[in-house]
């Protein structure tokens, strides 16, 4: 069983950088892909970032392309969320989760239930 644990987030002014990590627990992590969702009040989750399992290939929602980087440490078994020119509309609790083989890597309903962490909260001032 994965299980992830968020941590990273914070205040932060428009303009300003955060780094959030998901660390990863179980065997199985390092062998799956992972994303990064994130969810503001009264909204749907939507996806962020993902990253294969090997650091090869990402993925990046258009909203967040150019400002965003995700990485992994296989080694550590974590991963990261570079978030860079940060904008009031990024303010949001930020989840990763483990990918489930197959499938597109936006649907949040295809990464592994279980292994959702509890989230981490970004808030950015204008």
């Known amino acids: 069983q994965v299980q992830l644990v968020e941590s990273g987030g914070g205040l932060v002014q428009a303009g300003g950088s955060l780094r959030l990590s998901c660390a990863g627990s179980?065997?199985?992590?390092?062998?799956?892909?992972m994303g990064w969702f994130r969810q503001a009040p009264g909204k749907e989750r939507e996806f962020v970032a993902a990253?294969?399992?090997?650091?090869?290939?990402?993925y990046y929602a258009d909203s967040v392309k150019g400002r965003f980087t995700i990485s992994r440490d296989v080694a550590k078994n974590t991963g990261y969320l570079q978030m860079n020119s940060l904008k009031p509309e990024d303010t949001a609790v930020y989840y990763c989760a483990a990918k489930a083989f197959g499938g597109s890597y936006s649907r949040p309903d295809l990464y592994v239930k279980g292994s959702w962490g509890q989230g981490t909260q970004v808030t950015v001032s204008s």
């Open positions: 179980g065997r199985t992590f390092s062998w799956s892909a």
């Open positions: 990253i294969s399992w090997s650091g090869g290939s990402a």
